[in-house]
């Protein structure tokens, strides 16, 4: 189906093999269009979200007021504070979470080989501000959260947090000019502000599958691993499994970085896959001693934007970072950009893109071949899909799991695993007795599940008007930070606003665009500011818009989770990320501030 690099065949020959690809793209995705259902980790299921880290912590019900709640207390929440605490002057910032310390993600995700995929330089926040530097390019999830810890102590933001607190529910007082927060310990504080970064990988989510309540051995979900049962820690070690046999349901990102431990200490490990994962080279590797010495004064920043615009398709006269995501995109953006043999035209565009995609995913199937051994196994983990269906992973252990001899891969053909038993899981019509049984099945989506139900509370603004009635058709926000209707609020989120692989650079981007607008509230002497309803709706018009952008190539994705399992029509339209790309919203966001005239709030 390839065409060799320097083969100068027609048009018609390329329509014609990319034909014959999307066909097998086809096959492969209608294997899994009867789609799968997930359920929450609440209710009868709250074990699987509960804290193993910390012990509960006792405290009496607090009744105060504060400068700013903020509720989340991962990278956004973080960043809330260090640039509020930065540009603004405000002095009671409180963090209020759900988890026992700050970290987000990096809290309750622990789990053996945990990484980010993101390098480190640039996925770290505040790196420069703080002095510190990553040691391995890219850093295990211990050395995160000591420095999203780090960051905490730096900007004070222990003072006031709150932590094993839930809030039930935020409440605007029009005549104080407050919002009231309630929560799960009794408290009401009144806040003048309020920010709300309830994070996207932290809510684990389990697989709908019958007699799930059932099953008699031990078993919980990745993001809450039971270090007790495994024995170890977030760097292997497993030591307690070595009588056990193993099932993980799941093969996207987090089991291609558990995998290796799990298959080293157990007696037994069945991984079952419903699509396999696109797995390329990470190529980690430690600090170079003397690279800090060489770094001047705003790298971080400038290595964030470089690997931004690359990694959206925007030439760059260097690659700073040169990882996987760099390079890969690079190739995708060469072969589309007018400038190349596509030229202007938007089909010979699509075309060529389709072209480099393909070639992409064929050498990443090559891999798959080069490394495992069984040519069953080896042709059952390759992934027939179009590279940005599923976020590609990375790792230089996964594949070279399954040439283990207790290693079993159970592949499903798109079904899924049927049911679960008392004893074990059954797939494929075959039971598979298990000791412990691991959830690897991801988290709550942000894009189709409503927004109070993720956070798990509803906010009444202005007139007593609930988020959740105003967006119970979709999301309505003035650049995805602001509502009309609810005064001294901003919600950090990807919906309706910009989305890119390093989440931790656009919630900086955010960040940075909501101290701006405090500190103008704050400077002219204005108690509350508010999105105009004009301005909201002018930009829900452009989500509109460009949200179409979308829908064709999710829709020929096989199934998972940016396409809402098969359905991307099933999610609202309004709550899809800024269809224009990163780079233009995060130059929107700056071009609004350069302005300088706060078009489009109202300031009372």
Known sequence: MARPEGDERSDEALRIDLEAVREKYRQERDKRTAGRTYQFARGEFSRYAHDPYTEPRQREPLRDEVDVAVVGAGIGGLLTGARLRQETGLDRIRLIDEAGDVGGTWYWNRFPGVRCDVESYIYMPLLEELGTIPTEKYATGPEILAHLKRIAREYDLYRDALFQTVVTELRWDEAAG????????????????????????????????????????????TSRWDFDYTGGDSTGGLTRLKDKTVGVIGTGSTTIQIAPHLAEWAERLFLFQRTPAAVDVRGNRPTPPDWAQSLEPGWQQRRMENFHALTSGVPQDEDLVQDRWTQTTAKLAAAILPTGDAGGDP???ALAAERADFLKMEELRARVDSVVADPATAAALKPYYRLYCKRPCFHDGYLQTFNRPNVTLVDTQGRGVQRLTPAGVVANGRE?????????????????????????????????????????DGARTLHGLQVNGFPNCFILSKVQAGRHVNIAYMLGEQTRHLAYIVGCVEQRGHRVVEACESAEKEWVEEILRLAANDLDFLENCTPGLYNNEGDPKGMPLLNSSYGGGSVQFVNILRRWRAAGDLAGLELR
């Open 432 to 472: 598979y007795p298990l000791d412990c049984l691991i959830f690897a099945t991801g988290y709550e989506h942000e894009f189709a599940v409503p927004y109070t139900v993720r956070a798990g509370y509803d906010i009444i603004g202005r007139d007593g008007v609930r988020l959740s009635q105003k967006w119970a």
């Open 347 to 349: 089909r010979q565009r």
């Open 178 to 221: 407050r919002w009231l927060v309630s929560t799960d310990r009794g408290d009401l504080i009144r806040a003048r502000y309020v920010a709300m970064s309830i994070g996207l990988m932290h809510r684990p989510k389990l697989p709908g599958l019958p007699g799930l309540e059932t099953f008699a051995g031990h078993s919980f979900h």
